[in-house]
């Protein structure tokens, strides 16, 4: 069982950046493909940002592209999604989760279907000014 734990949400005036970071349990982080979601209220949750097992692809939700950027240490079991000119579209929750299916399948590829995410953290506010 992976726990992941998000940090760094919050108010942010349009135009600003923020980071948030998320850090995993466990002893085989190595092991999972890892991503970002975020969802607003009534609406459904939707992909954000992904990073490979190790770290050779990322891919980017198309509203974001240029703006947000994917990281990852396995050494300290943490990835962080640094965003940048922040839009109030983009006000919502946050959440880190964490794909075992790419160990499974020994993929190098990002997968964004939500569905194969078995392990999510509890998300994070981000609220965009105007």
């Known amino acids: 069982q992976v726990q992941l734990v998000e940090l760094g949400g919050g108010p942010v005036q349009a135009g600003g950046s923020l980071r948030l970071s998320c850090t995993a349990s466990g002893n085989n982080f190595y092991r999972l493909a890892m991503g970002w979601f975020r969802q607003t209220q009534g609406e459904e949750r939707e992909f954000v940002a992904g990073i490979s097992r190790s770290g050779s692809d990322t891919q980017f939700a198309d509203s974001v592209k240029g703006r947000f950027f994917i990281s990852r240490n396995n050494a300290e079991n943490e990835v962080a999604l640094q965003m940048n000119n922040l839009k109030p579209e983009d006000t919502a929750v946050y959440y880190c989760?964490?794909?075992?299916?790419?160990?499974?399948?020994?993929?190098?590829?990002?997968?964004?279907?939500?569905?194969?995410?078995?392990?999510w953290g509890r998300g994070t506010q981000v609220t965009v000014s105007s």
């Open positions: 989760a964490a794909d075992y299916s790419a160990w499974l399948d020994q993929t190098n590829r990002v997968r964004t279907d939500q569905r194969n995410y078995g392990y």
